[in-house]
């Protein structure tokens, strides 16, 4: 069952959708008031853009652990250190989903990049809008900023 979420969907709006059964993201806040964001290795869907670390859900997966389980593979943060407060389903087509699952940490956790990220960057919460950031992503920034800043 690992792994059987890997693959594309197609909505009625025309757009195809990375994850068989949704997908989910980590925003997670340092207590620095920073945001880990990767930017996306150019082979990667939507690559050369700024996002969350995130992936495709498996079958047996909750949001929650699907957003930590692909952080981890993408970060190598220690998902120990992750206080998560709340979850967002910030986009919705045709039944799949693409639920952020905001956390918090004391301090800003080491990060190493795999093959998805061109690099893995803190970002100040007030900068974020000045990275070319992956569409759904920007649209969602406001009610993530409010929750992830003002929850937990």
Known sequence: ??????????????????????????????RAGTVLMQHRAAWTNAG??????????????TAREAALREAQEETGIDVDQVRIVSEVVTTRVDGWTYTTVI?????????????????????????????????????????LIQRGMHEG
């Open 1 to 30: 069952m690992r792994g059987d979420g890997n693959g594309f969907v197609s909505g009625s709006d025309g757009v195809r959708r990375w994850g068989k059964f949704g997908s989910a993201g980590l925003f997670l806040v340092s």
């Open 103 to 143: 956390g918090h940490c004391d301090d800003e956790l080491e990060v190493t990049p795999n093959a998805e990220s061109e690099e893995l960057a803190w970002v100040n919460v007030n900068n974020l809008k000045k990275l070319p950031l992956l569409s759904p992503f920007a649209n969602s920034l406001p009610i």
């Open 48 to 61: 050369g853009t700024w996002a969350l670390p995130g992936g495709a859900r498996d079958s047996h997966e």
